[in-house]
């Protein structure tokens, strides 16, 4: 599933290309909203939000989608073929440019005074205007029994934080995945918090890859997807296994020797 970093380049490129300009083509190919139209009006932003999107528009409506573990956004220059098959959730496109929405988890219409009800229930967003690492901390207390990289995904504690940052945030910080959240003190909680912000703003702006979890774009990767090879810090094989309830379970890569239990 994309990350927080992912879907805020997302954002950023549909502002380059919609925002200020009048749509021209607006089809929504799912069936809760197949007769919608907003031809005609201008788009006024799109916001990311942890890993969902808001995209604004005339007349007091807002457009919401989530990439889930595929989505994406494809823009080209307005009038270029569209993918076939029934991979497309959404076209939006003006006289110069056309966003095409693929295999979005989420794609719903509604009225932006309304955005709370799908976004309210998210804890503070690491690259958004309501960061704030002591409201995060405190978020991550509220289970003391959990464990910490559990916690970590949770959205409603700190949103966008996906498998790859929740496991370079625990070992920039050398915390256990395994750590319950309650025996972490909370200036601790808000350290951890604020490693996972660097992180994502750091990465915001330059892909990650998400398979060999090595280098790419002079950016480096330090357990996600490192299994078996030495840590760069200690020399410790990486180790990799599941973290979360059933059927909830998430990978985790860790260094045992830097993250001790």
Same mark, same amino acid.
């Given at each position: 599933?994309?990350?927080?970093?992912?879907?805020?380049?997302?954002?950023?490129?549909?502002?380059?290309?919609?925002?200020? &300009?009048? =749509?021209? @083509?607006?089809?929504? +190919?799912?069936?809760?909203? %197949?007769?919608? $139209?907003? *031809?005609?009006? !201008?788009? /006024?932003?799109?916001?990311?939000?942890?890993?969902?999107?808001?995209?604004?528009?005339?007349?007091?409506?807002?457009?919401?989608?989530?990439?889930?573990?595929?989505?994406?956004?494809?823009?080209?220059?307005?009038?270029?073929?569209?993918?076939?098959?029934?991979?497309?959730?959404?076209?939006?496109?003006?006289?110069?440019?056309?966003?095409?929405?693929?295999?979005?988890?989420?794609?719903?219409?509604?009225?932006?005074?309304?955005?709370?009800?799908?976004?309210?229930?998210?804890?503070?967003?690491?690259?958004?205007?309501?960061?704030?690492?002591?409201?995060?901390? &405190?978020? =991550?207390? @509220?289970?003391?029994? +959990?464990?910490?990289?559990? %916690?970590?995904? $949770?959205? *409603?504690?700190? !949103?966008? /934080?996906?498998?790859?940052?929740?496991?370079?945030?625990?070992?920039?910080?050398?915390?256990?995945?395994?750590?319950?959240?309650?025996?972490?003190?909370?200036?601790?909680?808000?350290?951890?918090?604020?490693?996972?912000?660097?992180?994502?703003?750091?990465?915001?702006?330059?892909?990650?890859?998400?398979?060999?979890?090595?280098?790419?774009?002079?950016?480096?990767?330090?357990?996600?997807?490192?299994?078996?090879?030495?840590?760069?810090?200690?020399?410790?094989?990486?180790?990799?296994?599941?973290?979360?309830?059933?059927?909830?379970?998430?990978?985790?890569?860790?260094?045992?020797?830097?993250?001790?239990?």
């Amino acid at each position: 599933m994309p990350e927080g970093d992912a879907v805020y380049r997302a954002a950023k490129r549909l502002r380059e290309s919609l925002d200020g &300009r009048v =749509l021209t @083509r607006s089809e929504f +190919r799912v069936p809760r909203h %197949a007769t919608a $139209d907003l *031809r005609g009006r !201008a788009v /006024l932003t799109t916001v990311s939000r942890g890993k969902h999107l808001l995209t604004r528009v005339e007349g007091g409506l807002t457009i919401h989608t989530h990439l889930r573990m595929d989505g994406r956004w494809r823009i080209d220059r307005a009038g270029r073929p569209i993918p076939g098959g029934d991979v497309v959730r959404l076209i939006l496109a003006n006289e110069t440019w056309q966003a095409v929405g693929i295999r979005l988890g989420v794609t719903e219409l509604l009225p932006t005074d309304r955005e709370d009800r799908v976004v309210g229930h998210l804890g503070p967003d690491p690259l958004g205007p309501d960061w704030d690492a002591a409201w995060a901390a &405190r978020n =991550l207390a @509220r289970a003391p029994g +959990r464990a910490i990289g559990e %916690a970590l995904l $949770d959205q *409603r504690n700190l !949103a966008g /934080l996906g498998t790859i940052w929740r496991a370079e945030t625990l070992f920039a910080a050398r915390m256990s995945p395994w750590r319950a959240a309650g025996s972490i003190p909370v200036d601790e909680l808000e350290a951890l918090a604020a490693i996972a912000r660097e992180l994502l703003d750091a990465a915001k702006d330059q892909p990650l890859p998400v398979s060999t979890g090595d280098r790419r774009r002079g950016r480096e990767l330090f357990v996600y997807g490192r299994a078996g090879r030495p840590c760069r810090r200690c020399g410790t094989p990486i180790s990799r296994g599941e973290l979360g309830t059933a059927p909830d379970e998430r990978l985790i890569y860790w260094c045992p020797v830097c993250q001790p239990s």
